[in-house]
């Protein structure tokens, strides 16, 4: 087994994963923890990357990590990088918490034509391992809590812009009518998803759409076990829907969208894209290689 160089940490809301990589990129070793920002409780920062790190913390690698973790609410808040950001302005950006355990990388603002500002944290990160290329252009999805589009061309992340989808759906099944007739064993119904998509990516607002979970039922055409599905579907198609013309207005072609976030999740996307008549792929653990990417252009390897 080849030796570790680096340990990178993707760190968010609500969890925390590290990973030891060699000097190839590949990863080694992977831990994970719970201990994201939101349930950490009462513990301190250092505690719980005590804990996740457990016996790597005594390995004399320089450390780094991304995400929620340089917030205002993190460890330490490490100031935005402005778009058009590369990734020597990533590393440049770079602080490091006071005692030293970590270096933390910046996340990226933008604004938008009415100069409204949107911010991306870990992101950034994840862009960087999802490029072939870091000099490649490149249009990728970012699913989650908070999904992302995100333009890159010649390796600057140009412009993204952010949807609350995950948020939205969560929200709408634990908060709203639509829970109550909500009965999935929690397996993709492939069916109802793709009706969602389609429903989704059609002209229309996201106030009336959602209704349609709670009328298909009512009128028998969408079984309770099914409304989840729907859901996420209709959710997913509508990001789908206004990301394409986010995505165009800004001359790209879409020849091809990378989806780079969690399995299931990007299935998802990738499902809902291609059903959207986009080429796309899945582009598995991503924060690790950019980890190290940036790691290397800020020269900590």
């Not at 099914?226 to 198609?237: E, P, R």
């Amino acid at each position: 087994m080849s030796a570790a160089v680096l340990i990178g940490l993707d760190w968010g809301t609500s969890g925390a994963r590290a990973y030891r990589i060699d000097a190839g990129g590949t990863i080694i070793d992977t831990r994970e923890s719970a201990s994201g920002l939101q349930n950490l409780g009462q513990r301190t920062f250092e505690a719980a990357f005590d804990e996740l790190l457990g016996d790597w913390r005594e390995l004399p690698l320089p450390r780094i990590a991304a995400g929620m973790i340089g917030s205002r609410n993190g460890w330490l808040e490490v100031p935005y990088v402005e778009a058009p950001a590369t990734i020597t302005a990533l590393a440049g950006g770079i602080r490091a918490t006071p005692g030293g355990e970590l270096a933390i990388v910046p996340g990226v603002i933008t604004r938008d034509e009415g100069g409204t500002p949107d911010v991306m944290r870990g992101e950034e990160t994840e862009l960087y391992g999802a490029l072939d290329d870091i000099t490649a252009d490149a249009l990728l999805v970012m699913p989650g809590t908070h999904s992302k589009w995100v333009l890159a061309r010649s390796g600057r992340i140009v412009d993204f812009e952010t949807y609350m989808t995950g948020e939205m759906y969560a929200v709408m099944l634990q908060h709203s009518i639509l829970g109550r007739f909500n009965q999935s064993d929690g397996e993709l119904g492939e069916a109802a998803f793709l009706r969602g998509v389609e429903h989704g990516l059609r002209a229309g607002a996201i106030a009336h759409d959602f209704f349609a979970a709670r009328t298909l039922v009512l009128s028998g055409e969408l079984a309770p076990a099914d409304v989840a599905d729907f859901l996420s579907g209709l959710l997913i198609g509508r990001e789908v829907r206004d990301g394409r013309q986010w995505a165009r207005d800004r001359g790209d072609t879409l020849s091809q969208v990378g989806v780079a976030g969690a399995d299931a999740l990007s299935g998802r996307f990738v499902r809902a894209l291609v059903h959207a008549g986009i080429t796309a792929r899945h582009i598995p653990r991503a924060a690790a290689r950019g980890l190290f990417r940036i790691a290397q252009a800020a020269n900590l390897i």
